[in-house]
């Protein structure tokens, strides 16, 4: 029946009283009245929010009732692994600073870079801080992770356009996401709800060679790098891997160890295919500045797959682009319309915000 009204909901979205979010993250008239029956633009709907009008104290919210982050992102299914089970309580007690990093190697997200951003998403509404990191650095050596090829290397120029495109629809996103906070009020710009996007390039064009080496590079042992699964896969690969490619994972740790001296940012998130990156960083954290305790924390989400194992976002004709110049509404909608129903239930607890576990 919970799949029958989920398919359903793809065809015919309706409310009286309620603000709704479509996908992607615009919002609709409050004087909506009538259903909305395959008029265009319709895209899936991202949450509900309950309107202005309606008595905020007798509104359910199951989200009220709940402070640890990494509990919640378990129940719906975006929790993979932790590097510490400590996160849990930290989660409740203090406020964090969590990010994901995005390389610009294309001018656009894609449907499979979506739960990077719910789950950043996620840390807002439970009350912490979200920072989008755009790897204009590490775009240009490329992240061999999930990849059975060597990048093809990206000019200045295009990095550039990239790095604009792909921060448009992230802050589109994230600011929604920032005006509509958890407690159901969309009128001003909560300060829980912070956000900021950053660049590595800022700080790596900054970095010198040898200064690398002998500070951050000393403590990165090749036993442990050779062992992380990216690594592992393209070396038993007929293309192997270049060093350049190699030493990805360093950078990307060094990424983090800089945000937690500089910012204060002390947990990263990404796919289940970045474990090995996001460890590199922990790892350095507690080689370089030797803490009491954990101090930095890594968090994986399961990659967005469908029932047969491959990945949401592709189709015949591409990727599911979540930039409107690369994919029009009208084939976006269809996507997710042509969506199987063993999918529907799945994909809405990944990626939707309306209720919760499933519900």
């Not at 000019?155 to 604009?164: G, H, I, R, V």
Request: aromatic share 10%.
């Amino acid at each position: 029946m919970a799949a029958a009204a989920a398919a359903a909901s793809r065809t015919l979205l309706y409310s009286s009283h309620s603000k709704i979010f479509f996908f992607p993250f615009t919002n609709c008239s409050r004087k909506l009245h009538r259903p909305i029956i395959n008029k265009n633009p319709i895209f899936v709907p991202l949450r509900c929010l309950q309107s202005a009008q309606q008595n905020a104290s007798t509104t359910h919210d199951p989200m009220r009732s709940r402070s640890s982050v990494v509990d919640i992102l378990e129940e719906r299914g975006l929790l993979e692994s932790i590097t510490s089970d400590n996160l849990r309580s930290v989660s409740t007690t203090s406020t964090l600073k969590a990010y994901c990093g995005f390389d610009p190697t294309a001018e656009s997200l894609h449907l499979g870079n979506l739960l990077g951003i719910i789950v950043l998403s996620w840390f807002q509404r439970c009350g912490h801080k979200a920072v989008a990191l755009i790897g204009g650095a590490t775009a240009r050596i490329g992240d061999p992770s999930g990849k059975s090829l060597e990048r093809p290397e990206l000019d200045a120029d295009t990095l550039e356009k990239n790095t604009q495109g792909i921060t448009k629809v992230i802050t589109r996103i994230l600011h929604m996401n920032s005006i509509s906070n958890v407690n159901g009020d969309d009128n001003h710009l909560n300060s829980s709800s912070f956000f900021v996007v950053m660049n590595n390039y800022d700080w790596w064009k900054e970095v010198r060679l040898l200064d690398f080496l002998k500070q951050v590079g000393r403590f990165a042992r090749v036993g442990t790098m050779m062992g992380k699964e990216s690594v592992k896969k393209r070396l038993e690969s007929e293309q192997g891997m270049s060093y350049t490619e190699f030493t990805y994972q360093l950078l990307q740790g060094y990424d983090f160890l800089h945000l937690y001296q500089n910012e204060g940012i002390n947990v990263q998130i990404g796919g289940s295919d970045q474990w090995g990156n996001i460890t590199a960083g922990t790892e350095l954290i507690r080689k370089i500045l030797q803490p009491d305790g954990d101090v930095a924390f890594g968090l994986t989400f399961p990659l967005l797959l469908k029932s047969d194992g491959t990945k949401f976002g592709k189709s015949e004709d591409g990727a599911i682009w979540l930039s409107p110049s690369l994919l029009s509404p009208y084939k976006f909608y269809q996507y997710f319309f042509s969506v199987p129903d063993a999918d529907v239930i799945r994909f809405f607890k990944d990626t939707y915000f309306l209720g919760h576990g499933g519900d």
